[in-house]
């Protein structure tokens, strides 16, 4: 097992000299972020990339993400040149050794939350999510009124992309995906990038829009379309344990047992009700993920690539990118390895 922490990039208040200092962290998992979606990424951008963590005593283990344009996702003619500028991409990672690509397929939305800053009872705050919040949202307006999200919308924009997924229901967007594995998993094969997708967050339809990644039957049917090893998944246990349907252990024994975990994911969830859920420190105790059956099972299946503490609450005061504080998830990549030692010694 890597242990790697997020890095996003020069604009990161959380340097990468800082990184360096979490004992035991040795990778970094990274992206371009101002080249325009659908466009390739420029091999001489991502080689400066490289060289940057490089110089910093790190490796850069992990690109997450390239993200997939929504014409793929909608199977418009277009996708043609864009899943070509994709495999780009991904050619461009395997020339520079950049082993594994983490993407995912959701619809418009990347992982969404009502509440960037819920207070909990020890006075951090934590990301938090809420059908009934979520279902009271305007889209009418743009991405304006949804917490935290990135990508903006205008209202125009977000409209007439909502209306043409009316006509991509679940298995249209299934037959969408299928075309863009079949023409980028050989080519990542055959330069030797793991394709890592990353499943839906929260693992169900939000705003009417389908999702499909979001248990083990998804992961097995999606590696079984290009059955090839660079065919794979990042296991993420906060996504999928938001679903208390999904037995964790028992879909990274399924899919890791086939050899096709290539990343991981670990966070803690704590259910509060029916689709709601708050994010919650790492250990095992204060959540509803059993972090120590789903690294025994990563163990047993012989898991060895990069895992990395996914979001963390804010703590002692810290401020920054929802999820992306540094002191959280460092407390979280030194559990992470304690449970791991014990595991595995
Ligand atoms: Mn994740």
Same mark, same amino acid.
């Given at each position: 097992?890597?242990?790697?922490?997020?890095?996003?990039?020069?604009?990161?208040?959380?340097?990468?000299?800082?990184?360096?200092?979490?004992?035991?962290?040795?990778?970094?998992?990274?992206?371009?972020?101002?080249?325009?979606?659908?466009?390739?990424?420029?091999?001489?951008?991502?080689?400066?990339?490289?060289?940057?963590?490089?110089?910093?005593?790190?490796?850069?283990?992990?690109?997450?993400?390239? *993200?997939?344009?929504?014409?793929?996702?909608?199977?418009?003619?277009?996708?043609? #040149?864009? &899943? $070509?500028?994709? =495999?780009?991409? +991904?050619?461009?990672?395997?020339?520079?050794?950049?082993?594994?690509?983490?993407?995912?397929?959701?619809?418009?939305?990347?992982?969404?939350?009502?509440?960037?800053?819920?207070?909990?009872?020890?006075?951090?705050?934590?990301?938090?999510?809420?059908?009934?919040?979520?279902?009271?949202?305007?889209?009418?307006?743009?991405?304006?009124?949804?917490?935290?999200?990135?990508?903006?919308?205008?209202?125009?924009?977000?409209?007439?992309?909502?209306?043409?997924?009316?006509?991509?229901?679940?298995?249209?967007?299934?037959?969408?995906?299928?075309?863009?594995?079949?023409?980028?998993?050989?080519?990542?094969?055959?330069?030797?990038?793991?394709?890592?997708?990353?499943?839906?967050?929260?693992?169900?339809?939000?705003?009417?829009? *389908?999702?499909?990644?979001?248990?083990?039957?998804?992961?097995?049917?999606?590696? #079984?379309? &290009? $059955?090839?090893? =660079?065919?794979? +998944?990042?296991?993420?246990?906060?996504?999928?344990?938001?679903?208390?349907?999904?037995?964790?252990?028992?879909?990274?024994?399924?899919?890791?047992?086939?050899?096709?975990?290539?990343?991981?994911?670990?966070?803690?969830?704590?259910?509060?009700?029916?689709?709601?859920?708050?994010?919650?420190?790492?250990?095992?105790?204060?959540?509803?993920?059993?972090?120590?059956?789903?690294?025994?099972?990563?163990?047993?299946?012989?898991?060895?690539?990069?895992?990395?503490?996914?979001?963390?609450?804010?703590?002692?005061?810290?401020?920054?990118?929802?999820?992306?504080?540094?002191?959280?998830?460092?407390?979280?990549?030194?559990?992470?390895?304690?449970?791991?030692?014990?595991?595995?010694?």
């Amino acid at each position: 097992m890597i242990m790697t922490f997020r890095w996003f990039g020069a604009d990161d208040p959380i340097p990468l000299k800082h990184i360096r200092q979490i004992p035991g962290v040795t990778g970094v998992v990274s992206a371009l972020y101002d080249i325009p979606v659908g466009d390739a990424w420029p091999r001489a951008r991502l080689e400066r990339l490289v060289a940057d963590v490089d110089e910093a005593g790190l490796t850069l283990s992990v690109v997450e993400s390239i *993200p997939v344009h929504e014409d793929i996702k909608l199977g418009r003619p277009t996708r043609d #040149r864009l &899943v $070509d500028q994709y =495999a780009e991409s +991904v050619q461009h990672m395997g020339e520079l050794g950049i082993p594994v690509l983490c993407y995912n397929f959701m619809p418009i939305f990347d992982w969404t939350r009502t509440d960037l800053a819920m207070v909990q009872p020890d006075g951090s705050t934590a990301l938090a999510y809420d059908d009934a919040a979520l279902s009271r949202i305007d889209l009418s307006r743009g991405t304006g009124d949804l917490p935290g999200w990135a990508t903006a919308y205008d209202a125009t924009t977000l409209g007439a992309l909502l209306a043409a997924y009316k006509e991509v229901d679940a298995e249209r967007l299934w037959e969408n995906f299928a075309y863009f594995l079949e023409r980028v998993v050989p080519v990542a094969q055959s330069v030797g990038v793991k394709m890592a997708i990353h499943p839906d967050d929260p693992p169900w339809p939000i705003f009417g829009l *389908p999702r499909i990644i979001t248990d083990g039957a998804a992961f097995d049917r999606l590696t #079984r379309i &290009v $059955d090839l090893p =660079a065919n794979g +998944v990042t296991f993420c246990s906060g996504s999928l344990g938001a679903a208390p349907s999904n037995d964790l252990p028992a879909i990274v024994r399924s899919i890791g047992g086939r050899g096709r975990i290539h990343f991981a994911h670990c966070r803690n969830v704590k259910w509060t009700g029916d689709r709601r859920f708050n994010e919650a420190p790492h250990p095992s105790r204060f959540g509803d993920v059993d972090m120590h059956a789903v690294l025994k099972a990563l163990h047993e299946t012989g898991f060895s690539g990069p895992m990395r503490p996914d979001h963390g609450r804010m703590i002692w005061g810290e401020t920054g990118r929802p999820g992306y504080g540094l002191y959280d998830r460092a407390l979280g990549a030194t559990y992470l390895q304690g449970l791991w030692e014990g595991i595995t010694r």
